[in-house]
């Protein structure tokens, strides 16, 4: 199927994909042929083979289990043929059920696919968290899914694997990174999983982003013993797996720098470790993660800022200043918004000396 064939010679990217999808429904339904072919087996095989074919590239990356690939190929299909609220008034209005089904499929494939990377490989790698499968039943217990709601549940169930796995005292960690690896490549959208989402569990992510980076660190001996005493240090191996008592408002960066630091120095003076390259992945995952925050953050990074200047405060010099300046130029971006959205004229020299 291509655009050439009904008159979608136009580059999708001057379409939203709704109106992609409504001018190919459009075309479709003036090919009879089409229309007469297309039945609920037919468009049921052709979405299959789609999805088996796309995802013949991210499958090599999860062994050769053939029947746990089927599984999530099929699981996948049945996801792309269910529908969001917003869709709901145009397929019931449809004329043709099927036809709007295939058009909706095929504009999924052309608009997101990267989405449905990120799903294959949420799909193998709770498949091999949890080798009972039982979560296939659980997605579709409720029969009024959409895709949305679908995929919210999928992506929370496997961020919590992730987040069990690594919280456990299991001291095995290339499992966890192998999976972590994959979901961090094909990472869901932002479309996919909404701010609420997000938000709901933003610490773990943020700290499964830091153990992920500990655990690569070569000079980082038996780095699953650190990274427990950090889940212990900064409370969060004792908060609810959900969220209930955890707030997610902050950074755990902004909120816990301090302790995690200390802790680290006490692993590695335990440890008799010197000059470990650990403290600059900690420097490049604190600018990361300060860069995510927004104007609501001013408060934690000026609290970062000073805890910089204080004697406990036990980093390098050069490190100190280096993360100052970088902080400095975080927080002055932000000003610059909170400025640029109340429709205020700043100036630079004036912002840089009030910044801090």
């Known amino acids: 199927?291509?655009?050439?064939?009904?008159d979608m010679n136009d580059e999708k990217t001057e379409y939203t994909s709704q109106e992609f999808r409504n001018r190919l429904?459009?075309?479709?339904?003036?090919?009879?042929?089409?229309?007469?072919?297309?039945?609920?087996?037919i468009l049921e095989s052709y979405t299959n083979d789609a999805v088996r074919t796309l995802c013949t590239i991210v499958k090599r990356n999860f062994g050769n289990n053939l029947d746990q690939c089927q599984k999530t190929i099929e699981f996948i299909a049945h996801w792309l043929l269910l529908t969001d609220e917003n869709d709901r008034r145009s397929f019931e209005n449809s004329s043709n059920e099927?036809?709007?089904?295939?058009?909706?499929?095929?504009?999924?494939f052309e608009y997101d696919q990267n989405d449905l990377y990120s799903l294959y490989s949420a799909c193998q790698i709770t498949d091999q968290l949890d080798p009972t499968q039982s979560?296939?039943?659980?997605?579709?217990?409720?029969?009024?899914?959409?895709?949305?709601?679908?995929?919210?549940n999928l992506f929370r169930l496997m961020f919590n694997y992730l987040w069990k796995n690594l919280c456990s005292t299991d001291e095995s960690i290339e499992p966890w990174i192998h999976f972590y690896t994959f979901i961090s490549k094909y990472y869901p959208s932002n479309k996919v999983l909404e701010h609420r989402q997000l938000l709901q569990f933003k610490s773990q992510i943020e700290f499964m982003n830091f153990a992920y980076l500990i655990f690569l660190n070569e000079t980082t001996p038996e780095p699953k013993q650190l990274v427990l005493q950090?889940?212990?240090?900064?409370?969060?191996?004792?908060?609810?797996?959900?969220?209930?008592?955890?707030?997610?408002?902050?950074?755990?960066?902004?909120?816990?720098?301090?302790?995690?630091?200390?802790?680290?120095?006490k692993y590695f003076e335990n440890?008799?470790?010197?000059?470990?390259?650990?403290?600059?992945?900690?420097?490049?995952?604190?600018?990361?993660?300060?860069?995510?925050?927004?104007q609501s953050s001013e408060p934690e990074i000026k609290t970062l800022l000073k805890f910089l200047n204080q004697p406990t405060c036990h980093l390098s010099l050069s490190m100190k200043q280096f993360l100052f300046d970088e902080i400095i130029n975080i927080l002055f971006k932000l000003k610059q918004q909170n400025r640029a959205d109340a429709n205020k004229k700043s100036s630079d020299f004036w912002d840089r000396m009030i910044v801090y």
Not at 1 to 6: A, F, I, L, P
Not at 288 to 294: A, C, E, H, R, V
């Open 271 to 294: 440890k008799n470790i010197h000059n470990s390259t650990l403290m600059i992945d900690i420097q490049q995952w604190i600018i990361s993660t300060l860069k995510s925050l927004n």
């Open 98 to 108: 099927n036809i709007w089904l295939l058009a909706h499929v095929y504009t999924f």
């Open 1 to 6: 199927m291509g655009h050439n064939n009904y």
């Open 135 to 152: 979560f296939y039943n659980y997605l579709f217990q409720n029969d009024q899914q959409t895709r949305s709601s679908l995929l919210k």
């Open 230 to 265: 950090l889940l212990d240090k900064t409370l969060l191996l004792h908060g609810d797996i959900d969220g209930l008592n955890i707030n997610f408002e902050t950074s755990i960066c902004s909120r816990h720098l301090p302790v995690i630091i200390d802790t680290i120095e």
């Open 25 to 41: 429904i459009e075309s479709m339904m003036n090919d009879k042929i089409l229309v007469e072919i297309v039945t609920k087996p």
